[in-house]
């Protein structure tokens, strides 16, 4: 039995905004829970939980869902170093101020 976990409201929000474009995405492309269902390999209440932002849902769950209905690709870039400000910011700040070459020893 898994380990209960209690998310912050921060990532609840999140999750229900993303349950809620997964609604959308499904439905913009005509398609009935149950035939998203059966191509994600889930079943059609887990579907239902993935679309009310149900922390309890494990993300392969989540990404075979947006393969489902082609958006997977979005999800890789999402902690993509390019995306992430903060981390650009403090590998920046810690650049030295200047580089210098090592000397070396000449021996005759």
Do not use: C, W
């Amino acid at each position: 039995m898994p380990t209960p976990h209690n998310v912050s409201f921060a990532v609840s929000r999140s999750l229900k905004v993303l349950g809620r474009n997964i609604k959308e995405a499904r439905l913009r492309r005509a398609l009935p829970a149950s035939v998203v269902a059966a191509r994600a390999f889930t079943s059609r209440p887990t579907l239902q939980r993935i679309e009310a932002g149900d922390a309890g849902v494990s993300i392969g769950i989540y990404a075979a869902v947006l393969q489902a209905l082609g958006l997977l690709d979005g999800l890789a870039e999402l902690a993509d170093a390019r995306n992430d400000e903060t981390g650009l910011n403090l590998s920046a700040s810690a650049l030295p101020q200047r580089a210098r070459l090592r000397r070396t020893k000449v021996t005759p």
